[in-house]
């Protein structure tokens, strides 16, 4: 008999749950986590991503064995041992690219029949592990399912805000489009205002610091931060004054409409990003491609983020 959990070259599969508004934002994440997008909800890769860091993924099969029919994928359950208690769910309960919905007696009834063949013990409310299976593209996977966990939910009120900042899903993903790998790099947030994204990418895991000119708007990235149990340096002063080089750099830009800043004083920013990092997220309501090139950087990705008639664009830039 073989164990559950052995299984080499490992292939995962996400499935996503995002609004029309929410698409190029959720495929651009998918760029910058795998390398490659997909247009309908569910991208396989052999790249291993957390579903709780972005805010579209739904749940993460981690395959260990595939099967043209349910027949098979029984055969292959019934080998498994497994010493933790565990459940089978069927996660054919929306349309997978062009795989339509399995109705719920259909789900249940094939829930069941894998878990009867599986060798431990079986717990329904509080399982150990969770065992999936899903039917893609006539093709049966099952694997261990990992659940998204919607943190960013929580972080929807905080003790300081602006109705000008960034929405909270908007935030974690742009902090995912920075940093999708976060282990040794560094990023910085040099206009943070009250810290939305450095709340999302601090609880990620991202090495981020923030800055901003404005103190008042410090203290509200500090409390915000503070409120939810997250640690973040966040400094009083404008990035001219940045010594330090980041991995990365995520700039909701500071535009007309809401500050007096000029246009030149948008191209200063850009232009002291460039000396410190070399790759620089930044989240715009206007175009300023000429001014990013001025500043001697590459548009090499980018996404309108949409929310009703409002769009802020997401450019990514090396």
Known sequence: MKQAFEVENKEFIYTYVRQKDEHDLCRLEMRAFFGFDSPSNVIKSNVKID?????????????????????????????????????????????????????????????????????????????EVTFGVVLLDEVWHFGIVQESEPIWRFHMQKPHMYSTALSTRVARAVANIAVPHPEGIRAIDPCCGIGTVLVEARSMGIDIVGRDINPLVCLGSRKNLAHFGLEGEVVKGPISEVTDTYDAAIIDMPYNLFTHITAEGQQDILKDARRITSRLIVVTIEPMDHMIMEAGFTIVDRCVAKKGTFERQVVVCE
């Open 51 to 127: 579903p709780s860091r972005s805010p579209f993924m739904k749940e993460r099969l981690e395959v260990l064995f595939s099967g043209n029919d349910l027949n098979e994928i029984k055969g292959q359950a019934s080998e498994l041992v497994t010493h933790k208690s565990f459940r089978v769910t069927c996660l054919n309960s929306i349309a997978l690219n062009a795989t339509a919905k399995l109705h719920h007696p259909d789900r249940r009834s094939i829930e069941r029949e894998i878990g009867e063949v599986i060798q431990g013990e079986a717990d329904l409310l509080e399982p």
